[in-house]
């Protein structure tokens, strides 16, 4: 019961200090609050996603945290539209990518596992810049709910009702009654905020649902990820920088998958 109230103190103080952070944000110029927080996670991230590949031996953190933030950069730089890319979500999605596995991979001398996981962390996190300059704050926070919304219902749905384990040699503590719960969740979160006019492009009870439905099963197949590259590193924690919740990435996790299906997706349901 006191790791139960622990997390949900520490997961509380995280939804304030984002909900300040957006507040911030709106009365900030150049989104710059959203800009210092994408380039402080990414910098946190990668370095403990560079701590997880030391452990096997593989060190690769100043070829991993450059090429995380060169794609902010590029974002940056195409925000500004200093790049000139084509129009279109995907090309836009695709300049970080580029900029990312390309710096990653000169830097690490051809081995892939920088460009990865810079791909991983960086290209979410500059979408997260994307995501509210063409979206807004309040779709922001829409889709920060829809991320999450799914991590709670399915933790505590999990304590309570849980009994078959899928993923037993990957994720223990995850259950199948877990998962239902944090699908469920996510359907009518993103039901009630599409009908709330939380989002700009999804409006309708079941474009909100169905925009629920495949960004819960981005953010779970986002934990399972971080899940595997933890179990390969032996470590049951990315770090201890969040507290109770762990490290950055046990926090973003989700995040880092369900930012680019949003991205891509949503506007699809318009």
């Known amino acids: 019961m006191a790791s139960v109230l622990r997390r949900t103190l520490t997961g509380s103080a995280i939804a304030a200090g984002v909900a300040g952070l957006i ?14 927080a994408a380039a402080v996670l990414a910098g946190g991230a990668a370095l403990e996603a560079a701590a997880m590949s030391a452990r096997r031996g593989r060190p690769i953190a100043p070829a991993l945290l450059l090429a995380v933030l060169a794609a902010l950069l590029a974002t ?10 084509p129009p279109g979500t995907g090309w836009r999605m695709a ?3 580029a900029a990312a596995a390309g710096v990653g991979l000169v830097l690490a001398r051809g081995r892939p596992g920088a460009a990865l996981y810079a791909l991983w962390i960086g290209v979410p996190l500059a979408l997260l810049v994307l995501w509210t300059a063409t979206h807004g704050h309040l779709a922001l926070g829409a889709l920060l709910v ?3 919304v799914g991590d709670i219902a399915g933790y505590y749905g999990g304590r309570r009702f849980g009994r078959r384990h899928p993923f037993p040699n990957l994720s223990p503590g995850k259950t199948v009654e877990g998962c239902a719960f944090s699908l469920l969740a996510a359907v009518v979160a993103g039901a009630l905020l599409a009908t709330a006019g939380a989002f700009d492009q999804v409006s309708t009870v079941a474009t909100g649902a169905l925009a629920g439905l495949f960004i819960n099963l981005a953010a779970q197949a ?5 899940s595997a590259v933890k179990r ?4 049951k924690d990315s770090g201890h920088l969040m507290g109770a919740s762990g490290g950055l990435l046990d926090v973003l996790d989700s995040l880092l998958f369900t930012l680019p299906v949003a991205w891509l997706g949503v506007p699809l349901l318009a």
């Open 76 to 85: 940056w730089l195409d925000m500004r539209g200093l790049l000139h890319a």
């Open 146 to 148: 829809l991320s999450k």
């Open 222 to 226: 986002g934990d399972l990820f971080e």
């Open 23 to 36: 507040a911030l944000d709106q009365v900030v110029p150049g989104n710059a609050v959203v800009w210092t």
């Open 232 to 235: 390969q590193a032996g470590v």
């Open 95 to 97: 300049v970080p990518a």
